[in-house]
């Protein structure tokens, strides 16, 4: 994709779509209206709805807005709502540490104490990093608990699944220890203590705060940008759940849940002068049957993310490439749009979604967002949507 064009201020007049008198402008975005307004009046919405918002940020200005305020499912375009928030509130440098913490002494090779293991709910720990963990006690000369193996699991409420998940959706239950994205810490850990030939009691307990004076003796963490990459390129809701309860956690609540997650987004949103009462945000994934958002939010989060470089530098690569990855790469694979369009993608039952940026077809900056909902074809919609990035960057 060829490098982002500057965006700058343009000009609004009582909402319409006025363009500054440039040579070629007007023609070029009159065709495009034209062309869009043509496929949107299809058969598919005889029967569906649609809700779609495109802006030129080159020009400061809409380019062409279709129920763009009406409140919709959002499927996995929730992710970029989630995202954008965690960028914002934790900073592009945040790390998910998961530590390892003893407290007691250590007698011909005893630990005569308890072990800590801190959950960070990061998604990207591995059974590799757990072996590791178990490694560092027998570097430090345990190979024998005599006490038992404390799982801190307060950083997240004792919810197991999303508010509004369905009874069929095969995701979860929530943890704040995960291994490999899966709740299987306590047999995993088992097996690395095993092969490090360190002897434990018989079960791990849950526990709600480490104790101040629990030593740290190891800490694996991972970038920010690792979750980002699986949320956005892959859709992982898992990954996505994940970064909810961080933003959650940001509250400074111990036990914090969706609750405290959506007071800190809906602060942010408030904060950029987007009407939170609009919204209503269920989880962070998209999962949910209750999350609502209209196409003219998840612009101006999109808007928000590219001019703010510290969000940009990290949320922009993780998009999914027309025709070349994640879970675009079967789409646009040919065209203007192909290594063009980065967008989220986003689908549930009778519901299907597209956000993110491309250049148009004048060489313009677009964000855009397309909701339709209520369709009967998840591939009726997706190819008006291609055909909608198609038109778009066109020439």
């Known amino acids: 994709m060829s490098a982002m064009p500057t965006a700058r201020a343009g000009r609004h007049a009582n909402h319409a779509i006025v363009y500054e008198d440039v040579e070629g402008q007007a023609c070029w975005a009159d065709t ?50 989630t995202s954008v928030a965690a960028l914002h509130l934790l900073g592009g440098d945040f790390r998910f540490g998961t530590e390892l913490r003893v407290v007691g002494e ?10 800590y293991v801190v959950g ?34 307060g950083i997240k409420d004792d919810l197991e699944y ?19 994205a899966k709740d299987n810490f306590p047999a995993v850990w088992r097996q690395a203590l095993e092969e490090y030939g360190i002897a434990m009691g018989d079960t791990c307990i849950a526990v709600g705060d480490t104790p101040q004076e629990a030593a740290m003796i190891f800490c694996v963490s991972h970038g920010i940008d ?43 949103m408030e904060a950029l002068g987007i009407d939170a009462g609009i919204c209503q945000i269920a989880d962070g994934s998209g999962l949910s049957l209750y999350n609502y958002l209209t196409p003219e939010v998840l612009v101006r989060l999109l808007n928000y993310a590219y001019i703010n470089e510290d969000i940009r530098l990290h949320l ?8 070349v990855d994640g879970t675009l790469k079967k789409r646009m694979r040919t065209g ?4 063009n369009v980065r967008a989220k993608t986003g689908s549930v039952d009778g519901v299907s979604s597209l956000s993110g940026y491309l250049i148009s077809g004048n060489g313009h900056l677009l ?24 038109i778009l960057c066109s020439k």
């Open 32 to 81: 495009i209206v034209a062309r869009l307004d043509s496929i949107c009046t299809i058969p598919l919405f005889d029967t569906s709805q649609l809700g779609i918002f495109v802006y030129d940020m080159t020009e400061g200005m809409p380019l062409y807005t279709r129920n763009a305020t009406h409140r919709m499912r959002p499927a996995s375009n929730q992710k970029i709502v």
């Open 106 to 115: 250590c007698s011909d090779s005893t630990l005569n104490g308890n072990v």
């Open 120 to 153: 960070a709910m990061d998604p990207v720990l591995s059974q590799e990093d757990v072996r590791s963990m178990a490694g560092a006690l027998r570097e430090i000369g345990i190979d024998s608990i005599n006490g038992q193996v404390c799982l801190d699991m």
């Open 162 to 180: 999303g508010w509004g998940w369905c009874w069929d959706d095969d995701y979860g239950p929530l943890s704040a220890l995960l291994v490999d």
């Open 226 to 268: 690792e979750v980002l990459a699986e949320v956005m390129k892959n859709s992982d809701n898992i990954y996505a759940e994940c970064l909810f309860y961080r933003i959650a956690a940001s509250s400074g609540q111990r036990r914090a849940g969706r609750k405290q997650a959506v007071a800190m987004i809906e602060t942010m």
């Open 316 to 323: 922009f690569p993780s998009f999914p490439i027309a025709g």
């Open 336 to 339: 203007p749009a192909m290594q």
């Open 367 to 390: 964000t855009f967002s397309i909701i339709n909902q209520g369709v009967a074809r998840g591939a009726d919609a997706r190819d008006f949507q291609d055909n909608v990035c198609m």
